[in-house]
């Protein structure tokens, strides 16, 4: 066979309006690069889509286990999507482990692709498979598709010099390609990337085009891939875009806000899954003069943070729940000082180190109240990963103009999913500056003296003139910020940083509703927004009568969502967690939610939603 | 950098905040000594930075008229590495204890010391915890009986200046409160040296550790206990400088000099990179018991993490220009919808 692609004489293929492909293997398989790359290319091609890559908790679990498994699903569509699918139409599994762990997920009818050279006694086994569930009739519902992946893998790479078991690596490739075939997708786009990553001409890269193009062309001669489809363009806003990962999100939402508040940028963190990636992208950059400081621990992270903005800067600290409780303590100090600092939360399944690469929404409790005292500050949330740049832009915002710190909450799901994001026009964002403190030298510089407007008080940095001052976490007299055991003062004092936060308020946007519908309420914050989304507009399409309404902001709440909750005459609050939004409503404005709460480290689904709808709806559930 | 016309006098350096130590506390020769040194450099007041933890000693930034933080226990070296990291222009300086820098802090401690962060860290060691009122703490001598150990503590304690030479702390020096010129000394040296310095000072808690530097300090036993580094010269001490320190294969030892010869007495060198010998003289004493060197154990050039970090800001803008944050949202590939 030629190096070079057949000339397709390609059936006409099925035109489909979107389609749910998992890529599932083990964790050494290339599994999470296959899917990326199939996204790109999709992505370029103009399809809406959305991704959840899902990796197993271990590092390095056992080979061919079911815990080992790592997989990467995506959603295609020439249709404006919100998620990245309740269940797979087509499962690509290239062990028996992927099979074991994904196969019940997959819809009924849809497509499996597996690669049958994995299915030998010893995988079968270590997957828990006492029989060949490929041949055992098990799979009779659905339609399988066999290829024998790391045969034709080795046959394809012969020529480009990587030897023995290292030319089983390109196996996701040969996969990628295949896969390529089905669904009409151009090699391209990938071809082009193996050569910027490796060099088409090294052994590595050529290996990997090799792969794909016979992978491809596998599909072309064999008679069995003749069945294929094809998702046209999504019509979406005319506009530049690029397909974003959630904490990459984060981290430029970040950077655009430092430029914007024209200030110095400093993250000061420690490494913890899902909230890594934040400070790596931000350490790429120190050209844009970013200072980014790996401490000894989550404590130093936040304490080097706190320093910063003492120093002047746009501080920032990035963590996961157990890093959360570590900080809560400087946390305190930096809302008792107050001083603007940006905490941001990646949630993942706890309690403790839980089901850390999962996605959990249960930190919000956390945040809301994890600290010692009377110690209320802002907390913003994000709903999609592109998203998470606006989320991030509105923290610094909050956090620069009322000098406090702010806690932002994604969690792992945003962390590591992405979609198409229209590129902002980043001259159109606003100035969120706020000057440093200017003192005239007449009487004495009062480091506590408050804009009658925000409350915030001023931010002399060390090193500007006849603006010494002291600060510290003992309680301060309200005007000069010296020590002050006075009990009206303290007592004044705990109302004026609870007022200060609860009057941000009144400069926050109104919580939208989407929908007219009274008959429910559909009320979340965070990464379930797509599935909310997808699931009330579905019901309403059946002539139901609901309405979505997605929380940016959950302290201070916006100031219209007492009158949104009372318009409608039930709520509905779905949540990754137990119930702990509904438990903040139910205390502000006494209003009793029913909740649809799931901690399966997965996000939630829209279909399920639906039928809790439908439930709720028909009277099932009180 | 004393200049002629002085700038400051000491009470530039005060605030009018009442200073609230127990009488006849060590703390009240520290500051003095601290605010006089400032007060002789030509530096502004408002590029100081005082950052403190939790503890007696920590109420020191309330006291200086410069930038200031008391911050949370134990954390006070986190909390200045931000400030020195933001702004290298400023001096800071991280006053602690042997609570505060040990037991709950001695994570950042360590860390801050091997990094090499531009620091000036002076640790108020008086091996007792003060404030909640006398418990034994990490530099407290085993057997010592205080209210959270009736029978005599069993926790061996820190020497604090062999775990900064563990470190490899790139300045590490001891004085005594009650010598403000050794102090101010001391102050000056580590404020001229690059990166992260600690100052050990012992300091007297008379309330509820009283007398417990007094092999050093009592007029009878001082001079006998009292061992004076200084860099390049052979390290002799005693009323008539009857001893010396010398190295065998055991480490250093201290001996009779005529017993030895003059020639054989080990020189100081503060400079030396290997911090091994300076651990070794560290080993001499266990605590302030019997002799005790003073003075700088360690003064390397290492550049301070700070300055890494600028020039890495220096190179990547070389390299790639000043940030491009248009550029950046694009570099992960884009398509245009029409
Ligand atoms: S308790 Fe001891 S260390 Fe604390 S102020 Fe009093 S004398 Fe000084």
């Given at each position: 066979m030629s190096d070079d692609t057949l000339t397709e004489s390609r059936p006409a293929p099925e035109q489909i309006k979107d389609v749910?492909?998992?890529?599932?293997?083990?964790?050494?398989?290339?599994?999470?690069?296959?899917?990326?790359?199939?996204?790109?290319?999709?992505?370029l091609f103009?399809?809406?889509?959305?991704?959840?890559?899902?990796?197993?908790?271990e590092i390095r679990a056992p080979q061919g286990t079911v815990g080992g498994v790592s997989s990467f699903q995506v959603h295609i569509a020439d249709w404006d999507i919100l998620t990245p699918g309740d269940r797979p139409d087509c499962l690509v599994a290239m062990n028996p482990a992927a099979l074991k762990a994904n196969v019940d997920d997959v819809v009924p009818g849809g497509l499996i692709l597996v690669n049958t050279d994995a299915f030998d006694e010893r995988n079968l086994g270590k997957a828990g498979y006492d029989e060949n569930p490929i041949d055992n009739g098990s799979l009779d519902t659905y339609t399988v598709l066999k290829a024998p992946m790391e045969e034709l893998t080795k046959d394809a790479v012969k020529d480009s010099g990587v030897k023995g078991r290292a030319a089983l690596r390109s196996k996701n490739f040969f996969a990628l390609?295949?896969?390529?075939?089905?669904?009409?997708?151009?090699?391209?786009?990938?071809?082009?990337?193996?050569?910027?990553?490796?060099?088409?001409?090294?052994?590595?890269?050529?290996?990997?085009?090799?792969?794909?193009?016979?992978?491809?062309?596998?599909?072309?001669?064999?008679?069995?891939?003749?069945?294929?489809?094809?998702i046209n363009p999504a019509p979406l806003p005319a506009g530049e875009y690029t397909n974003v990962i959630g904490n990459v999100a984060s981290a430029w939402g970040i950077m655009a806000a430092a430029d914007k508040a024209n200030l110095p940028l400093f993250l000061g963190s420690y490494p913890i899954t899902p909230a890594t990636t934040i400070l790596e992208e931000l350490a790429r950059h120190r050209n844009f003069g970013i200072k980014t400081f790996q401490a000894e621990d989550e404590i130093a992270g936040i304490g080097a943070t706190l320093g910063a903005a003492v120093a002047g800067s746009l501080a920032i600290t990035t963590t996961s729940g157990p890093g959360l409780a570590l900080k809560s303590e400087t946390l305190s100090l930096a809302l008792m000082i107050e001083l603007p600092m940006i905490i941001v939360d990646v949630q993942r399944g706890g309690p403790s180190t839980g089901l850390p690469t999962k996605v959990e929404q249960s930190d919000l409790l956390f945040a809301m109240y994890g600290r010692h005292g009377e110690a209320p500050l802002p907390i913003v949330s994000t709903s999609s990963p592109s998203d998470a740049f606006?989320?991030?832009?509105?923290?610094?915002?909050?956090?620069i103009k009322y000098m406090?710190?702010?806690?932002?909450?994604?969690d792992g799901y945003i962390a590591t999913s992405s979609e198409p994001w229209k590129l902002p026009d980043l001259d159109a964002l606003p100035d969120i500056s706020r000057p440093y403190a200017t003192h005239n030298g007449e009487g004495p510089f009062l480091p506590y003296e408050r804009d009658p407007e925000t409350l915030a008080r001023e931010w002399a940095i060390p090193g500007q003139t006849g603006m010494e001052h002291?600060?510290?976490?003992?309680?301060?007299?309200?005007?000069?910020?010296?020590?002050?055991?006075?009990?009206?003062?303290?007592?004044?004092?705990?109302?004026?940083?609870?007022?200060?936060?609860?009057?941000?308020?009144?400069?926050?946007?109104?919580?939208?509703?989407?929908?007219?519908?009274?008959?429910?309420?559909?009320?979340?914050?965070?990464?379930?927004?797509?599935?909310?989304?997808?699931?009330?507009?579905?019901v309403n399409k059946e002539g139901l009568s609901v309405s979505h309404a997605h929380l940016r902001h959950i302290s201070p709440f916006p100031k219209n969502l007492g009158d949104v909750l009372a318009r409608h005459d039930r709520v509905l609050i779905p949540e990754i967690n137990l119930g702990q939004l509904s438990k903040l409503i139910r205390a502000e404005y006494g209003v009793d939610s029913t909740g649809y709460n799931r901690v399966l480290g997965q996000p939630l689904r829209a279909r399920f939603i639906e039928s809790e709808i439908h439930d709720i709806l028909n009277g099932e559930t009180s | 950098m004393t200049t002629d016309t002085k700038r400051f006098e000491r009470s530039d350096f005060q605030t009018d905040q009442e200073v609230r130590w127990c009488p006849g506390c060590g703390d009240y020769t520290i500051l003095a000594s601290v605010q006089t040194y400032l007060a002789s450099l030509d530096i502004d007041r408002e590029k100081h930075v005082f950052v403190s933890g939790i503890g007696c000693s920590s109420r020191f930034p309330y006291y200086m008229n410069t930038y200031g933080m008391h911050g949370v226990h134990g954390r006070a070296p986190a909390i200045a590495?931000?400030?020195a990291i933001a702004n290298p222009e400023l001096t800071v300086w991280v006053i602690t204890g042997d609570g505060d820098a040990l037991s709950i802090g001695g994570n950042h401690l360590i860390h801050t010391l091997r990094r090499n962060v531009n620091l000036n860290i002076i640790l108020f060691n008086n091996q007792i915890y003060g404030l909640t009122k006398g418990q034994f703490s990490p530099t407290s001598e085993l057997g010592k009986k205080t209210k959270t150990s009736p029978m005599g503590s069993i926790d061996r304690p820190f020497n604090p200046v062999s775990l900064a030479l563990g470190s490899e702390a790139s300045f590490v020096a001891r004085t005594l409160d009650m010598d403000r010129n050794h102090t101010i000394s001391m102050l000056k040296a580590m404020r001229e040296h690059e990166g992260s310095g600690l100052l050990e000072i012992y300091q007297n808690c008379n309330v509820f550790n009283d007398k417990a530097f007094l092999d050093l300090t009592a007029k009878d036993t001082r001079d006998e206990n009292r061992i004076w580094l200084e860099d390049g010269e052979p390290i002799i001490f005693g009323p008539n400088g009857e001893y010396g320190v010398t190295f065998d294969g055991k480490g250093a030892r201290i001996v009779e000099v005529s017993q030895v010869g003059r020639h054989n007495i080990h020189v100081h060198n503060a400079s030396n990179p290997d911090p091994s010998v300076a651990f070794a003289l560290s080993r001499l004493a266990h605590g302030p018991y019997g002799p005790t060197p003073l003075g700088i154990f360690r003064n390397v050039p290492v550049p301070s993490y700070g300055r890494l970090l600028e020039e890495q800001i220096t190179r990547a803008r070389e390299k790639q220009g000043p940030g491009d944050l248009a550029k950046v949202i694009r570099s992960r590939g884009t398509w245009t919808v029409e």
């Open positions: 749910v492909i998992r890529f599932a293997g083990d964790s050494g398989d290339g599994m999470q690069l296959a899917g990326t790359q199939f996204t790109a290319s999709s992505a103009g399809n809406d889509l959305s991704t959840f890559p899902n990796f197993p908790a390609g295949l896969m390529s075939w089905i669904y009409t997708r151009s090699l391209d786009p990938i071809i082009e990337w193996v050569d910027d990553k490796f060099g088409a001409d090294t052994p590595v890269g050529s290996a990997n085009v090799s792969a794909l193009r016979a992978g491809y062309n596998y599909g072309i001669t064999t008679e069995a891939f003749h069945h294929t489809y094809e606006d989320a991030a832009f509105e923290a610094a915002r909050i956090a406090t710190p702010v806690i932002l909450l994604t002291r600060v510290g976490g003992l309680e301060k007299d309200s005007q000069t910020g010296n020590v002050s055991y006075v009990p009206e003062n303290h007592e004044h004092m705990s109302h004026l940083r609870d007022a200060k936060i609860q009057q941000i308020q009144a400069d926050i946007a109104d919580v939208e509703v989407h929908g007219d519908g009274t008959d429910l309420l559909v009320l979340g914050w965070g990464s379930t927004y797509g599935a909310i989304r997808t699931a009330v507009d579905r | 590495t931000g400030i």
